[in-house]
């Protein structure tokens, strides 16, 4: 066995604990046997302490994943029964707009299905269980189905059924988005993929149908998505034409070829690379083009006329367009003004910490901005108004991606709750309405809450189960009351 970093007694000095990495070990002092092994944390464990008095009987240990824990030793020797869990990376959340209960997790061999209001894992959706790559996924408003691209294969999934309804060979696929509300389904092919020569393929599906609507080929220096416009059916594209980087907007509903231009500053100016193209929140003609990593120009596709220069921007921007965001990879976070591009508010002054990987966002109303930097590893929350920091999250493992109302690089799905009493009054009330905060709604008398997901799947099976497992569990409790174990992790 390896070393142990952290030894206690624990039970009134007649169980002996190990912390050895991330397990702990527990021994009966006297008879000598190991009574159980658990997986307590997701890093090494620093230290123990017990506390054991005629009212409590715990055990606390810490551990390198930043989490403190609080064990009832008076239930650890219980039973314990494995559950079904992510065991990939994570690359993508999707939450259902109309159902914010239920959240998509995008791995690379499968789909995942979750209640985030009860942090609970549902189902795994894969087609091919040998052997399948899911590269693009989106999923519907209602939350009813789900759009997937696994191994070269478009799959629309039916969720109450669990079912593929619809499925079209599509191979090299760059992007899939919704169109129109939701009618039409939009498909970035890289049809021609070689050193000296690229083409790719815009293709529209009508919804639900499936059946081809549009298609347009293009060539292009390099594979970027569409962007899509704010009034759903205008698709922004970037060609490539005469040998240089051109935008083409195009009205999918009508199939009708609207703009075309180069988007050059002054006409002396020889080439324009673009990176991405980001749509206006506010304005159907307006799209910002990023000429660099923290370069933008805002221009107004009808006129084809330049607005105005962003020399310090990401790429973030506010879901009313007001407000967007710089933060160097060499440290600083900054609010910037859309209409001016001046810097508005520091939330961070330049600082020099090396060069790390950030990832900032807006909340969906724009009252907060979010900061993760990969090299403190924590998620920080500044409030817009007044730029004070309004927490710090360190989470267990390196964040990959996150979404509007919930990132996570060993496969666990992490939901958080942003605390700002100042902006959100009704916070407290909402918290007391989650499954794992009863304790909140008996101190407040409010109701619990209770959850949308299930009424999206079919359950017909679910009393057999419960019957089920409630007679196995009343053969092995003898029929007595026991009490249930508790875990307090503490971040």
């Known amino acids: 066995m390896h070393s142990t970093s952290a030894l206690t007694f624990a039970s009134n000095d007649t169980i002996f604990v190990a912390g050895t990495r991330r397990h702990l070990y527990l021994w009966n002092i006297a008879s000598e046997q190991l009574l159980r092994a658990v997986d307590a944390h997701f890093g090494r464990i620093l230290n123990l302490q017990s506390i054991s008095n005629p009212h409590q009987n715990l055990l606390i240990s810490s551990s390198i994943d930043h989490s403190i824990k609080i064990w009832n030793m008076e239930n650890i020797f219980e039973k314990s029964y494995s559950i079904s869990t992510m065991d990939q990376p994570i690359e993508r959340i999707l939450i259902a707009k109309n159902n914010p209960s239920l959240a998509v997790v995008q791995t690379r061999k499968y789909l995942g299905i979750w209640d985030i209001r009860a942090h609970r894992f549902i189902t795994t959706l894969v087609a091919n269980v040998h052997g399948a790559v899911v590269t693009d996924c989106l999923l519907s408003a209602d939350g009813k189905t789900i759009i997937a691209v696994e191994s070269d294969t478009l799959l629309v999934w039916e969720l109450r059924t669990q079912s593929v309804v619809h499925s079209l060979p599509a191979p090299s696929v760059h992007q899939i988005v919704f169109l129109y509300r939701e009618h039409f389904l939009g498909v970035v092919y890289k049809q021609v993929d070689t050193p000296e020569h690229k083409v790719a393929r815009f293709a529209v599906y009508s919804l639900p149908s499936f059946e081809p609507h549009f298609s347009y080929e293009y060539p292009c220096r390099m594979f970027r998505e569409a962007t899509l416009m704010k009034?759903?059916?205008?698709?922004?594209?970037?060609?490539?034409?005469?040998?240089?980087?051109?935008?083409?907007?195009?009205?999918?509903?009508?199939?009708?070829?609207?703009?075309?231009?180069?988007?050059?500053?002054?006409?002396?100016?020889?080439?324009?690379?673009?990176?991405?193209?980001?749509?206006?929140?506010?304005?159907?003609?307006?799209?910002?083009?990023?000429?660099?990593?923290?370069?933008?120009?805002?221009?107004?596709?009808?006129?084809?006329?330049?607005?105005?220069?962003?020399?310090?921007?990401?790429?973030?921007?506010?879901?009313?367009?007001?407000?967007?965001?710089?933060?160097?990879?060499?440290?600083?976070?900054?609010?910037?003004?859309?209409?001016?591009?001046?810097?508005?508010?520091?939330?961070?002054?330049?600082?020099?910490?090396?060069?790390?990987?950030?990832?900032?966002?807006?909340?969906?109303?724009?009252?907060?901005?979010?900061?993760?930097?990969?090299?403190?590893?924590?998620?920080?929350?500044?409030?817009?108004?007044?730029?004070?920091?309004?927490?710090?999250?360190?989470?267990?493992?390196?964040?990959?991606?996150?979404?509007?109302?919930?990132?996570?690089?060993?496969?666990?799905?992490?939901?958080?709750?942003?605390?700002?009493?100042?902006?959100?009054?009704?916070?407290?009330?909402?918290?007391?309405?989650?499954?794992?905060?009863?304790?909140?709604?008996?101190?407040?008398?409010?109701?619990?809450?209770?959850?949308?997901?299930?009424?999206?799947?079919?359950?017909?099976?679910?009393?057999?189960?419960?019957?089920?497992?409630?007679?196995?569990?009343?053969?092995?409790?003898?029929?007595?009351?026991?009490?249930?174990?508790?875990?307090?992790?503490?971040?």
């Not at 079919?458 to 009351?481: E, H, P, Q």
């Open 231 to 491: 009034d759903g059916r205008t698709v922004c594209l970037v060609v490539l034409f005469k040998g240089h980087d051109s935008l083409q907007t195009i009205d999918v509903v009508e199939k009708l070829f609207k703009h075309k231009f180069r988007p050059r500053q002054v006409k002396k100016q020889k080439d324009v690379i673009v990176h991405r193209v980001i749509g206006s929140p506010t304005n159907s003609n307006h799209i910002i083009v990023m000429d660099g990593d923290a370069r933008g120009c805002v221009w107004d596709m009808k006129n084809r006329k330049l607005l105005r220069v962003l020399p310090n921007f990401n790429g973030v921007v506010s879901t009313d367009g007001k407000l967007g965001l710089y933060a160097p990879t060499k440290g600083g976070l900054y609010i910037i003004d859309m209409k001016s591009g001046s810097t508005l508010r520091t939330l961070i002054g330049a600082v020099a910490e090396g060069v790390n990987d950030v990832i900032t966002a807006f909340t969906p109303n724009c009252l907060h901005v979010l900061y993760y930097h990969n090299g403190h590893k924590t998620l920080r929350c500044y409030r817009v108004s007044d730029g004070s920091l309004v927490g710090t999250f360190r989470p267990h493992a390196q964040l990959t991606c996150w979404t509007a109302d919930a990132r996570g690089q060993d496969g666990s799905l992490l939901t958080t709750v942003l605390y700002d009493d100042l902006v959100y009054e009704e916070v407290k009330l909402k918290l007391a309405q989650l499954p794992s905060r009863k304790h909140l709604a008996d101190y407040l008398h409010v109701p619990y809450g209770t959850s949308q997901v299930d009424e999206i799947f079919d359950v017909r099976n679910l009393g057999a189960v419960t019957a089920a497992v409630t007679r196995f569990k009343s053969l092995i409790g003898g029929g007595t009351n026991s009490k249930k174990s508790q875990v307090c992790s503490i971040q």
